[in-house]
Each structure stands twice: as structure tokens, then as C-alpha cells.
């Protein structure tokens, strides 16, 4: 079957613009997750979603950052009012929990540049 | 809360050994490592699940030391095609899934 499917691939944005960045899990992963890669670095971890349920969003950056999943399937990620410090490649992964026996699946990111 | 990974960097000349160490603060439930190539996404190796526990995957292997809540990557005669950086995550709380900050492995010619 298909993959997990990030749109856009690449999005450049001026400073200050709002952008969405979507991801389409795996058709039956109840579980979705987003990260942040800085170029060069680590996953840093943003949200986790069970469902359309995130019960804890503590892992976003600031209050700019949003997430939401509907039907328990596409999530979009909302950035508002972008900054350069915001660039960087956005991923999102799926699993069908529990996390002791699924991996997670990523998909291909959105490669995000604020100017 | 993130796993921490040793050594940050290693480089390797084809045929030769390497491990990766991945050690967490809290209670592990599950190891997972992954390999990412350069401009693509994280790929999945393995998940480990008891104490002691040691899984292979070519000549690739990895073990998880509960009680130590520690886990070891062994890459074994490596290839050119181990070249990457590979992360091992961790799931804390049941809804939190942290990788370490990864280990970027050379393998040369």
C-alpha cells in the first residue's frame, strides 16, 4: 500500500507569512507523529496524535505552532507568522500502536525556508 | 528527555566493526533504531523489547539491557552502504516517542 505522503515537498515563504504543511498517514495507523530537523541535527519531537486526539501539545515550539488531525487521518501543521528560525525539514511519521511491536513509518518531509 | 547517543561521529573504512550506544534516564519500554541517508527520511531497523534481548538484521544487531536501560547498535564488517545516521528512538509515557540525537557513521572506501 501507500506510504505516508507529506505535501508540499518544499515550501519557501516570506518572514512573517502563515504556512500548512500536511501529512497523510498510512490508511489504519491510528497514531501520527511530527518532528522537526534542523540541518545537521536530531528528530526534535513536536506532537503526537492517538486518533484525532493530541493530548499533549507541549512539544511545539510556540504558541505559533498548531496541529490538528481530522477523521483520524490527514493532519495538517499550522505555522503562523513564520520566522527564519522556522526553516527546516518538517516529517511526519504513522504507526499502528503499540509502539513495542510498530515502527514508525516517515514520510519523504516538507522542506520548510523562511526568507 | 530525549535518549542520549555515543560516539556523535564515527568513520570506518569497509570491513571494519562499529558500535553505537543509546542510554535513557527513565525507564525504557521499547528500543527502536532507524538509519537516515542524507535528504531522506528516517528508515526503520529494528525494535527491541526485553532485557538482554538481541536482534539481527544482516550484519547489522543490536541488544537492549533493561536494566540498564541502555541499548548497543553493532554494525559488523561494515559496507559502504551502512553510511547514514542512525537514531535510536524511545517511547515515554505511551504517548511520547523521543529519538537521541544520532550518530552520523563514514564508511570509506
Known amino acids: 500500500g501507500a506510504g505516508v505522503s507529506q505535501s508540499p515537498s518544499n515550501k519557501v515563504t516570506e518572514k512573517g507569512k502563515d504556512v500548512e504543511l500536511r501529512c497523510d498517514p498510512i490508511s489504519g495507523h491510528t497514531a501520527l507523529y511530527w518532528y522537526r530537523q534542523s540541518l545537521g541535527q536530531g528528530l526534535e519531537f513536536l506532537i503526537y496524535f492517538q486518533g484525532n486526539s493530541a493530548p499533549d501539545k507541549s512539544g511545539l515550539p510556540s504558541d505559533r505552532f498548531s496541529a490538528e488531525r481530522t477523521g483520524g487521518s490527514v493532519s495538517t501543521l499550522t505555522i503562523q507568522r513564520t520566522q527564519q528560525e522556522d526553516s527546516a525539514v518538517y516529517l511526519c511519521?504513522?504507526?499502528?500502536?503499540?509502539?513495542?511491536?510498530?515502527?514508525?513509518?516517515f514520510g519523504n518531509g516538507t522542506r520548510l525556508t523562511v526568507t | 528527555q530525549q535518549p542520549v547517543q555515543s560516539p556523535q561521529a564515527v568513520i570506518l573504512r569497509e570491513g571494519e566493526d562499529a558500535v553505537i550506544n543509546c542510554s535513557s534516564s527513565k525507564a525504557l519500554y521499547s528500543v527502536h533504531w532507524y538509519r537516515q541517508k542524507h535528504g531522506e527520511a528516517p528508515v526503520f531497523l529494528m525494535i527491541l523489547l526485553k532485557g538482554g534481548e538481541q536482534k539481527g538484521h544482516d550484519k547489522i544487531s543490536a541488544s537492549f539491557n533493561e536494566k540498564k536501560q541502555q541499548s548497543s547498535l553493532y554494525l559488523t564488517a561494515s559496507q559502504l552502504s551502512y553510511s547514514g545516521t542512525y537514531f535510536c528512538?524511545?517511547?515515554?509515557?505511551?504517548?511520547?516517542?523521543?529519538f537521541g540525537s544520532g550518530t552520523k557513521l563514514n564508511v570509506k572506501p
Open positions: 528512538g524511545t517511547e515515554y509515557n505511551f504517548n511520547k516517542f523521543y
Open positions: 511519521a504513522s504507526s499502528r500502536p503499540p509502539l513495542n511491536n510498530s515502527p514508525l513509518h
